[in-house]
C-alpha cells in the first residue's frame, strides 16, 4: 500500500486520504456518511476558528461531545492547529470532566450546548477561556467566551490552514485512563504514537480501504481511538457508533455491511448471544478483542456467530497504545495467549532487575519502540515510575532507551508466544499463595452458571487475602453455594472464592471494562 507523502502529525492521516480519494466514505453517523473530503473541510474550518480563539502550539484542547462526525472532525482539527486534543469520555459526570479540564489545563473546550450547561458549575474552576459549542445556540457565560461551532458548507471555500510546527515526537494526545488512587491520570501520545499505531494495527488486521470498521468504543480510549486511525491509515469507512444497548450492533453491522469489529470482554459477553443474521455474520472479515482475557466459552461461541472472521485477540496499555496480538491461525493451539508484539514493537519480559527472564519464567512485561508514550500529563513522578530505561546487552555506546514498564505480569512459551497473568495490583495473595484473578474468572465462566464474573482479593488476617467473586448468574436459580459446588471441580481449594457476591449486574468503567476497584470497595464494605 502506497502511503504517499511523509505523515508526520496526526492529522495527516486525514488530509492524505482527502487529497488521494477524496470522495470515499471517511465516516457515518446516525444515516449521515460524510466524504474523506468533507471530513477534512470541516477540520480545517475548526482548526481555523481554532487559531482565531488563540490556541497556539501544544495547547490543550478538550473535547467533550458523544461520538459524532464534529468530534472527530474536532480531534483532527486540533492536530491541524498545532494543539494537543483531549477526548473525553461523554459518559463521565461533570466532576469528573472538571478533574480532566483542571489537570490538563485545557484553554479551549468543544461541547454542546446542554453539556456546556451541565458543567456550570465547574467550569469557572478550570483553565478554560473559550467554549466552541456544537449544535444549539451558545449562552453567554461569566469567565469564558462562547462561540458557535463554525460549520463547512458545500459553499464554503477550502481553506489552506498552515501547517503546524509540530514534529512527530511532539504532543497530540492525552488520554485519560483510571488509576488505583481513583483519579484518571493523563496519558501523552505523540503524534508518532498515533501515526505508527495506525500504520501498525492496520498491518496484521490487513485492513484496506475496502473495510468498513464500526467503532463502538469510546474515543476517549486508546482501543476506540484505534478504530478510527487506523480506518483513516487505509482509507476505510468508519461507523460511530455510541453504544447502549447489545441489539444495536447487529442492525449497524446490516445497515453499513461492517467488516471489522473491536469490543472489550464485557461487550462481546453481551454481543456473543444476539441473533445475529446470517448474511451480516457472513460478512464480517475479523473481529478483534481487548482489554482484558476473553473467556473461552465466548470465543468458542464468536467463531461459531462469525464463520468467516478471523479472530484477534489484542493486548494493549494506553502507555504504549497497542502492544501483542495473536494471529488468526495461532487461535487453535494457544486460545490463552495474548500472541507477540504488534507490528514496529518490541515486548520483553523482564525481572524487577531488568534482566530477561526465561521461557515459563513469570515477569514483568516492558514495552520498547516508538509507540512508547510520552509519560503521564504532569505527573514526574509517576512517569519515572513507569517509563524506565532499558539496558540491552552490548549496547553500552548509546544513550538511554526509555522503555514503558506495563505493571502487568506475563509469561513466555519457549516459542515467545506471551500468556497474561494478572496486573501486578490486581494479583490476589493468600495462604501463601499468588493467585490471578483471571484464573479464577476463566473457571467461573467455565461452569456456565455466570454471565459476568470479577474476582478481587479482601484483606485477611489469616489468610493474607480471601477471594470474593462477584458476579451475574445465567438463570434465576443459580446461587452462590450452586456456583461454588462447581468451581470446586475445576479449582484447587486455596483458589476458591470464600463468598460468591450475586448481582443484576457488575460495574463498569466509562471505557466498558470491568471496575475492579468500585467492585473490591463495595465488597469490602
Known amino acids: 500500500m502506497s502511503q504517499g507523502p511523509t505523515r508526520t502529525n496526526a492529522h495527516h492521516l486525514l488530509s492524505y486520504q482527502a487529497r488521494s480519494t477524496p470522495e470515499a466514505p471517511a465516516l457515518s453517523y446516525r444515516n449521515v456518511t460524510v466524504s474523506y473530503a468533507e471530513v477534512w473541510k470541516q477540520a480545517q474550518v475548526t482548526a481555523e476558528q481554532l487559531l482565531e480563539v488563540g490556541v497556539r502550539r501544544e495547547d490543550r484542547v478538550a473535547i467533550y461531545l458523544e461520538k459524532r462526525i464534529e468530534t472527530v472532525s474536532s480531534i483532527f482539527a486540533t492536530s491541524a492547529a498545532g494543539g494537543v486534543f483531549v ?3 461523554h459518559v463521565l459526570k461533570p466532576v469528573q470532566v472538571g478533574h480532566i479540564l483542571i ?14 450547561r451541565q458543567l456550570a458549575a465547574v467550569l469557572p474552576e478550570t483553565s478554560v477561556s473559550d467554549v466552541i459549542v456544537v449544535g444549539g445556540r451558545p449562552e453567554m457565560a461569566d469567565g469564558y467566551r462562547v462561540h458557535a461551532w463554525h460549520t463547512a458548507e458545500a459553499s464554503t471555500p477550502v481553506l489552506v490552514v498552515p501547517e503546524p510546527a509540530a514534529i512527530d515526537v511532539d504532543p497530540a494526545a492525552i488520554l485519560y485512563t483510571s488509576g488505583s488512587t481513583g483519579k484518571p491520570k493523563g496519558v501523552v501520545l505523540s503524534h508518532r ?8 494495527v492496520s498491518t496484521y488486521l490487513e485492513n484496506t480501504s475496502d473495510d468498513v470498521i464500526l467503532s463502538v468504543l469510546p474515543l476517549s480510549f486508546d482501543a476506540g481511538l484505534s478504530q478510527v486511525t487506523t480506518a483513516f491509515a487505509v482509507g476505510a469507512h468508519c461507523v460511530l457508533m455510541n453504544y447502549l444497548l447489545p441489539r444495536e450492533v447487529p442492525k449497524l453491522c446490516a445497515q453499513y455491511g ?11 459477553l453481551q454481543i456473543a448471544d444476539l441473533a445475529w443474521p446470517e448474511d451480516v455474520a457472513a460478512r464480517l472479515r475479523y473481529w478483534a478483542n481487548t482489554g482484558g482475557r476473553m473467556p473461552r466459552k465466548t470465543l468458542d461461541r464468536l467463531r461459531e456467530v462469525f464463520p468467516n472472521a478471523s479472530p484477534y485477540l489484542m493486548y494493549g496499555l494506553t502507555e504504549a497504545f497497542r502492544s501483542t496480538y495473536l494471529h488468526p ?23 524487577p532487575d531488568g534482566t530477561r527472564c526465561e521461557p515459563g519464567e513469570e515477569g514483568e512485561l516492558v514495552h520498547r519502540g516508538a509507540l512508547v508514550a510520552l509519560g503521564y500529563w504532569n505527573d514526574p513522578i509517576r512517569t519515572a515510575e513507569r517509563y524506565r530505561p532499558i539496558a540491552e546487552p552490548g549496547q553500552s555506546w548509546r544513550a538511554p ?10 509469561v513466555a512459551d519457549e516459542e515467545g508466544f506471551l500468556y497474561f497473568v494478572g496486573r501486578s495490583d490486581d494479583m490476589i495473595k493468600t495462604s501463601g499463595y499468588r493467585v490471578s484473578p483471571t484464573e479464577i474468572e476463566e473457571a467461573a465462566y467455565n461452569t456456565g452458571l455466570v454471565g459476568d464474573a470479577v474476582a478481587v482479593g479482601i484483606a485477611d488476617d489469616v489468610l493474607g487475602q480471601r477471594i470474593v467473586l462477584s458476579a451475574t448468574v445465567t438463570a434465576p436459580e443459580v446461587d452462590g453455594p450452586a456456583i461454588t459446588v462447581a468451581l470446586r471441580q475445576l479449582l484447587p481449594m486455596y483458589m476458591l472464592p470464600s463468598r460468591v457476591d450475586i448481582r443484576d449486574e457488575l460495574p463498569r468503567s466509562p471505557n466498558g471494562k470491568f471496575d475492579r476497584n468500585l467492585i473490591k470497595a463495595e465488597v469490602t464494605a
Open 401 to 410: 532507551e526509555v522503555a514503558v514498564w506495563s505493571g502487568d505480569t506475563v
Open 87 to 89: 477526548p473525553i469520555n
Open 193 to 200: 504514537n498515533l501515526i505508527v499505531g495506525a500504520e501498525s
Open 103 to 116: 489537570d490538563s489545563g485545557a484553554q479551549v473546550l468543544i461541547t454542546s450546548a446542554d453539556r456546556l
Open 329 to 351: 491461525s495461532e487461535v487453535d493451539r494457544r486460545p490463552d495467549s495474548i500472541g507477540k508484539a504488534i507490528p514496529n514493537a518490541e515486548i520483553l519480559v523482564l525481572r
Open 258 to 268: 461492517v467488516t471489522g469489529l473491536t469490543c472489550v470482554p464485557p461487550l462481546w
